[in-house]
């Protein structure tokens, strides 16, 4: 592996306004490139991304808006479903986002005439994160600063409701634990919530705050990692609920942590926006040391490739692209 300082995004997309979220579809879709998602203040736009890492005749990156969807408030995240597919007739988009409203929208499209979206209410104040069941994609869950985290189904009923001890900042659902959801707390405290008996099964401790962003492995189903005040963190959850291995890595304490799709021992993390500068680091688990430093104007979001060693943050109306040489 290479060694890597501080560098410039390799590839950059020009946007029409300021970027505060951004997702790469994690799932198979029967496309020609890879679906991106990202958030403005009042629109969403979806389109198709192919890199020369995956396709020999592209020339940096190819770039391709498929659609602008009307939101009407700030975009704080968006989710995928697993029902998109773009190689159905007619194609099916399908995602979900969290406003400022403090309201869920679930976005369905055939990028044609079908323009559809459905509001899902019940949260009473701001929405940090939201995830599709990642099998069939018929549920939703979202966590919120109200306290709660909740399950809903596509018509937007209620079907499971957590009280949390603070405000919930990330939830995860993994593709190989669908009866499982990882519930993450700004108190420092990671829940695993069994969906059958509606019960907490086990718990993390990062004995630090605030947590601001956890992620579990996609790879490992037993890591998760997170960042807490200014450090990254990782369990091994078969073997303490206490961190593995930590490292101070953002003075001005860490704000998202993201493994990656395709390496158990590769994640990033980025530094709090709002300074002139979003400081973006790129570890791997076998080096002390970040093996990439970026950073954007006030970059926000993070979103690995589902394929490549590649990550995406939003910033001042650009999505940035950088890749590690693994």
């Known amino acids: 592996m290479k060694q890597d300082s501080s560098r410039n995004a390799a590839y950059t997309v020009d946007c029409e306004d300021y970027v505060h979220v951004v997702e790469f579809n994690p799932f198979e879709c029967g496309d ?58 007619p194609p099916i988009i399908r995602f979900c986002t969290a406003a400022a409203d403090k309201k869920l929208r679930l976005f369905t499209s055939d990028l044609q005439d079908k323009n559809e979206y459905k509001v899902l209410a019940g949260h009473s104040d701001y929405i940090n994160d939201l995830v599709f069941a990642p099998k069939e994609g018929q549920e939703i869950a979202s966590v919120s600063d109200d306290h709660t985290c909740r399950v809903w189904d596509l018509e937007g009923n209620q079907k499971a409701y957590f009280v949390l001890r603070s405000p919930g900042r990330s939830v995860c659902w993994h593709p190989e634990e669908a009866c499982k959801l990882m519930v993450a707390e700004k108190n420092g405290t990671i829940r695993f919530y069994d969906l059958i008996t509606q019960q907490a099964i086990l718990s993390l401790e990062s004995e630090q705050m605030p947590l601001m962003s956890a992620h579990w492995c996609l790879r490992n189903t037993f890591k998760v990692g997170a960042v807490a005040g200014n450090d990254w963190l990782i369990w091994d959850i078969t073997r303490s609920s206490y961190p593995q291995d930590k490292r101070p890595v953002h003075m001005d304490r860490a704000h998202l942590f993201r493994w990656s799709s395709t390496n158990e021992n590769l994640f990033a993390t980025t530094g709090y926006p709002g300074k002139m500068t979003t400081q973006l680091l790129i570890h791997h688990l076998g080096h002390p040391q970040p093996i990439l430093i970026g950073s ?12 490549l060693p590649l990550c995406a943050m939003g910033g001042d109306h650009k999505l940035l692209f950088w890749v590690t040489e693994m």
């Open 296 to 307: 954007a104007a006030v970059g926000s979001g993070l979103s690995w490739h589902r394929t």
């Open 32 to 89: 020609a490139g890879t679906l991106i998602a990202y958030g403005g203040n009042n629109y969403v736009v979806v389109g198709t991304c192919t890199f020369q890492e995956e396709e020999a005749e592209v020339d940096g990156i190819q770039y391709k808006t498929l659609r602008t969807f009307h939101h009407g408030q700030r975009v704080d995240a968006i989710a995928w479903s697993p029902e998109t597919r773009l190689d159905a007739l």
